[in-house]
């Protein structure tokens, strides 16, 4: 086995479950969201056998997951362009009827159901934050925003998660 | 607040343990190892022909070639500047010396050669003398406008006694002036018996040089001086209203060789 199976292997491990978290709470279909997990390591995979300089694995997935999931929604859904908004944040948005189809826990369903009401540019901000583990500056390469507004914007969607759930 | 905490914590929790089985796992990794999936050979771009003069993109090479720029117009400058000072300086010089040091420019070498300036060698002490064929000392003072040397500046007038010089003077010198070559002490109405050597003998004229480096008046010097053709010895005869002073003996050929006396000698 060589050095670039291995370190994939690796990073594979440690990082799929995340991406297919991320991708089926976003689709809300477990076997799309293993179609886009698949999806998002080869390119991973393809990406490391042309030697390509891939400095943070985490960042590098989850934009690629990201970009995925966006172009399903665009095959999948009769979304008019002109309700999109130029920064795909409307693809963030997690639909909360889908999610009743998941078989998570009622804490689960219930925190995804509260974030899927808020704002959608809090959406994934938030997700990625609490749920992912991710650095606001980590968040910031992958939606293609500044560490700052992640700052921002994960601080105003914890007050607005809160107030959603009654706790203000 | 705390129990808000306590709920997100534990709906985290839940969420995080959303995994794929391990059976999917593998399923997914096994695809992509075994995906037909090469390395595709990136051709290397053709270098352009232009890639050579890459280095003109950088500003630095432009302020470069512009300091060098200044510098070459800078030295350029400084050096017509250093040149024509120096023509001025040598103008003044020969001018505080009433001797007119004419620059060796097309409109000087049309000059009618009827005023002559001739720098005698180095083993004469570089005396200078002013001959001219009318045996003539233009006491009258001109103005002669010479252009400048060079492009920098308004021509520089001269002022000062209209003796100008001619570069077509022989420097081929075979006249030397042996007897009486500084030192001697003279006597009015006295036979000096002047020694030369010399390879021409014909059309000899001599006369008197002043301490300023003038010749001395017509009205003293007699047509015995002139137009002597005769040997090696000549006999003089001191001009008798001459003023008493230094002077030094000029002998000329053919308006073309000329030689002084080294040195002044004494007429009482």
């Keep these: 086995m060589d050095t670039k199976t291995k370190i994939f292997q690796e990073v594979y491990e440690h990082e799929s479950d995340a991406i297919f978290r991320f991708a089926l709470i976003k689709v809300s279909s477990r076997d799309q969201a293993l179609d886009i997990t698949q999806d998002t390591f080869m390119r991973l995979w393809k990406c490391m056998l042309e030697e390509k300089n891939i400095s943070n694995y985490k960042s590098f997935l989850f934009t690629i997951c990201r970009n995925l999931i966006i172009d399903w929604y665009r095959k999948k859904k009769s979304v008019s362009l002109n309700t999109m908004s130029e920064d795909y944040d409307n693809f963030d948005v997690i639909d909360n009827s889908s999610i009743n189809n998941l078989e998570i826990n009622f804490e689960a369903k219930n925190i995804l159901e509260k974030i899927g009401e808020l704002n959608e540019t809090y959406q994934t901000p938030l997700y990625l934050k609490f749920v992912e583990g991710l650095s606001p500056k980590e968040i910031g390469e992958i939606i293609g925003i500044s560490e700052n507004a992640v700052s921002v914007r994960i601080n105003r969607g914890i007050e607005a998660l809160r107030d959603k759930m009654k706790y203000k | ?268």
């Design chain 2, 1 to 268: 607040m705390e129990q808000f905490d306590e709920q997100l914590n534990t709906g985290i929790k839940e969420i995080q343990n959303i995994k794929m089985t391990s059976q999917d796992k593998e399923n997914i990794l096994y695809n992509i190892l075994n995906s037909p999936i090469q390395k595709t050979e990136i051709p290397k771009p053709i270098k352009s022909p232009w890639a050579n003069l890459s280095f003109l993109s950088n500003r630095l090479s432009y302020m470069a070639i512009a300091i060098c720029l200044v510098l070459i117009v800078g030295l350029g400058t400084f050096h017509n500047v250093t040149i024509n000072r120096e023509y001025t300086q040598s103008i003044t010089k020969i001018n505080s010396q009433n001797l007119l040091n004419v620059p060796s420019t097309p409109s000087i070498a049309n000059t009618p050669p009827d005023k002559i300036m001739i720098e005698n060698d180095n083993s004469k002490n570089q005396n200078l003398a002013i001959l001219n064929k009318t045996d003539e000392i233009n006491k009258d003072k001109e103005d002669l406008t010479y252009p400048a040397p060079t492009s920098m500046g308004s021509p520089i007038s001269l002022t000062g006694t209209m003796t100008s010089s001619s570069p077509s003077v022989n420097p081929d010198k075979s006249l030397t002036i042996i007897y009486p070559n500084g030192g001697e002490i003279l006597k009015k109405s006295e036979k000096v018996t002047v020694r030369l050597q010399t390879t021409q003998s014909v059309n000899i004229e001599f006369n008197l040089l002043t301490t300023n480096g003038m010749k001395l008046e017509n009205q003293y010097i007699n047509d015995n001086w002139k137009n002597i053709s005769n040997t090696n010895e000549i006999i003089l005869t001191i001009p008798n209203d001459i003023p008493p002073g230094q002077y030094k003996l000029s002998a000329t050929i053919n308006q073309g060789i000329i030689d002084i006396s080294d040195n002044y000698f004494i007429i009482e």
